[in-house]
């Protein structure tokens, strides 16, 4: 079954740009061969994930993410079937928005905010950034 799987946790210290390259390309890297899509979100040390894949290779995936040293207060908000995939043609997008001058108004919120609104924010900075991920 196809799923879409979202959570939030706290990075264990600030990541660098760098950093965060080096992450975006470790999940292509397991993603791609596992046909896991999604979006990485990372604002100041939060993070927002959205996965899309068959649900046991999600839920193997979430259980490593959960005892990664990186993740602190990993905490799951949504747990779906899905028909078609929101991220179909990203491996792992990644968006940083902690000094972004793009950043839109609408994020004055923690990242950890009700599953719902996390949700329409992934999708939406999902169409916002299309271009340059």
Known sequence: MLIE????SYASEPFLSEQLTALQKQCQDHNNPNQITGMLLY????????????QAVIEALFKKIKSDPRHQQVKALIHTPITERNFANWSMGLVDI???PDRPECIE?????????????LIAFSHHFEDAI
């Open 109 to 121: 919120f923690p990242l950890t905010h009700p599953s719902s609104l996390s949700q329409r924010l």
């Open 98 to 100: 902690s000094d972004s």
């Open 43 to 54: 604002d100041n040390q939060q993070f927002m994930q959205v996965l899309e894949g068959e």
């Open 5 to 8: 799987f979202i959570y939030t």
